[in-house]
């Protein structure tokens, strides 16, 4: 009990775990990756595992800390949100309940896991009666949007997240409602910056899938390039002043665009940080 077990959700954009497990894999005392046993999202859809990746993660797991759990997460009788939400439960089981429960999607990759690894183990007293001391851990989106010819558009402002817990109550997605502690970290979000193909599979597939207008938010999209990014505004899927504007950054792949990001200034402020948390613990001293 109290290590660091890190979940990934395994899916039809599989691939991207080649990115999304080495920044964690040090710092982990274990690795569970969730798959659909009948390779089925959770919208119903099929997909498909070519075994090259499995030889991959064979060979990259040389401290052998990875597992994969396989089971049954969809139910035709549930939305898409809530089969991920029982997919997480479930994957959250597996890894025990007493150690701190981070759960990654394939798209995500943390700038400074072993930062935030640290900072859980400071706060190891929440681990001692999970139940009574139920908290979730949040830390900051970078979102990408869509690659350019030379560079990438992401998301100028960062947004929270929540990743980590001590008690898996999940209610929408990785949120339990429960207090949220804000932690200074970064996590690069290959969120929109894939193809159309892929964009119309996410947004078929998620938990989200029943609140996305596909079409109107892909019409905005094509039309966006490095050149014009400018000119829009209030581009997310959902409520679309969330995301008020883009930035550029130079970089063909995911290295060298982290190389190119300049996170001391996409960090959120210190002050930022202590009025959110504050706000927390105020509003839950008094529920």
């Given at each position: 009990m109290k290590e660091i077990q890190v979940g990934f959700l395994m899916s039809y954009d599989y691939k991207l775990l080649k990115n999304s497990i080495p920044p964690v894999y040090n710092e982990a005392d274990g690795i569970t990756i969730a798959l659909d046993e009948n390779l089925t999202?959770?919208?119903?859809?099929?997909?498909?595992?070519?075994?090259?990746?499995?030889?991959?993660?064979?060979?990259?797991?040389?401290?052998?800390?990875?597992?994969i759990y396989r089971d049954n997460f969809y139910d035709s009788g549930l939305n898409a949100m809530q089969n991920e939400v029982k997919e997480r439960k479930m994957l959250a089981s597996k890894m025990g309940i007493g150690n701190w429960l981070i759960q990654l999607d394939s798209d995500e990759y943390f700038i400074d896991f072993k930062g935030f690894t640290e900072a859980l183990k400071r706060n190891h007293k929440f681990l001692e009666n999970p139940e009574k001391n139920q908290i979730q851990i949040a830390a900051y989106y970078i979102n990408l949007y869509k690659y350019t010819e030379e560079g990438v558009l992401y998301v100028s402002k960062p947004r929270n997240q929540k990743f980590a817990t001590n008690y898996p109550?999940?209610?929408?997605?990785?949120?339990?409602?429960?207090?949220?502690?804000?932690?200074?970290?970064?996590?690069?979000?290959?969120?929109?910056?894939?193809?159309?193909?892929?964009?119309?599979?996410?947004?078929?597939?998620?938990?989200?899938?029943?609140?996305?207008?596909a079409e109107k938010f892909l019409e905005k999209w094509?039309?966006?390039?490095?050149?014009?990014?400018?000119?829009?505004?209030?581009?997310?899927?959902?409520?679309?002043?969330?995301?008020?504007?883009?930035?550029?950054?130079?970089?063909?792949?995911?290295?060298?665009?982290?190389?190119?990001?300049?996170?001391s200034k996409l960090m959120p402020s210190k002050m930022h940080l202590a009025f959110k948390n504050t706000e927390e613990r105020i509003k839950f001293f008094f529920r």
């Open positions: 999202t959770w919208s119903g859809e099929k997909f498909e595992v070519d075994e090259v990746f499995f030889a991959w993660l064979n060979s990259f797991d040389t401290e052998k800390k990875i597992n109550e999940y209610v929408n997605g990785r949120n339990t409602k429960n207090q949220v502690l804000y932690l200074p970290f970064l996590v690069l979000h290959e969120c929109l910056s894939r193809s159309e193909q892929e964009i119309r599979m996410k947004f078929s597939n998620w938990g989200h899938s029943h609140q996305v207008n094509r039309s966006i390039n490095q050149y014009n990014y400018k000119e829009f505004k209030n581009l997310f899927y959902l409520e679309p002043e969330k995301w008020k504007e883009l930035s550029y950054a130079r970089g063909t792949n995911v290295a060298e665009i982290s190389k190119n990001l300049d996170y």
